[in-house]
């Protein structure tokens, strides 16, 4: 049976994703922070955030690897043979379920993309606050943090593409389900047709066997038979 690979490339979306939100933090919040150093309010809320992000860096992570194990174990029951059409179901339901809660968790609404989002919106402003000060840094330190809120723009762009790729990918999975389980049906009609030609073969032979044992019995005693 030939190894499904298009879930695989679903997952390696979602694995880039994780790694590029594992990028986030160790670049814009150091920047931030600098700039907030003068003020100790935002500077603590700037430090409470931070956690919580990092937490949802982890758990996009900790999803990441969970997708692709969940795919490499569909992958070898799908090698290894399915059995009838319940485990078929079963195993594509398991893959769908996986990208699709992979996929959910860089949609639009998700706290993936609203944290890229936050991320932007703190840039523009760090870069707007940073053109009121007066040192020689500043203009260029302003432009830094526009630098920073494009990328992050560009960022969350192609996370919302591979987002609906996900879902694209979820579709076609789906698709190919229905494609499975209508092949494996039409192999277990297949193999019911073989085995009823054996069988009616078998009949045929049992009915000429009959037919000449019948036409073989005589149709009076043989002389000198006992009376």
Request: hydrophobic share 40%; glycine share 2%.
């Amino acid at each position: 049976m030939k190894k499904l690979t298009a879930p695989k490339l679903v997952f390696a979306s979602a694995f880039s994703l994780a790694v590029m939100f594992n990028w986030l933090p160790a670049v814009v919040i150091p920047s931030a922070m600098a700039q907030e150093a003068g003020n100790n309010s935002e500077t603590n809320s700037q430090q409470e955030n931070i956690p919580a992000r990092d937490m949802l860096r982890d758990r996009l992570m900790n999803m990441a690897t969970e997708t692709i194990r969940v795919m490499d174990e569909v992958n070898r029951e799908l090698t290894a043979g399915v059995r009838d059409i319940q485990q078929a179901n079963e195993i594509f339901d398991k893959m769908i379920e996986a990208v699709r809660n992979a996929a959910e968790r860089s949609g639009p609404e998700s706290d993936y993309i609203r944290n890229i989002e936050s991320y932007i919106s703190e840039a523009i402003r760090y870069a707007e606050e940073a053109r009121s000060d007066r040192d020689s840094e500043a203009e260029s330190d302003a432009e830094r943090f526009e630098e920073y809120a494009e990328q992050l723009e560009e960022m969350k762009l192609n996370s919302l593409q591979l987002n609906s790729d996900s879902f694209r990918k979820v579709r076609i999975i789906e698709e190919s389900k229905s494609i499975f389980v209508r092949r494996f049906r039409l192999r277990r009609i297949e193999s019911a047709v073989a085995s009823a030609r054996v069988a009616l073969d078998m009949l045929r032979r049992l009915n000429q066997e009959i037919t000449d044992a019948a036409s073989s019995i005589p149709s009076s005693p043989m002389e000198g038979a006992a009376e």
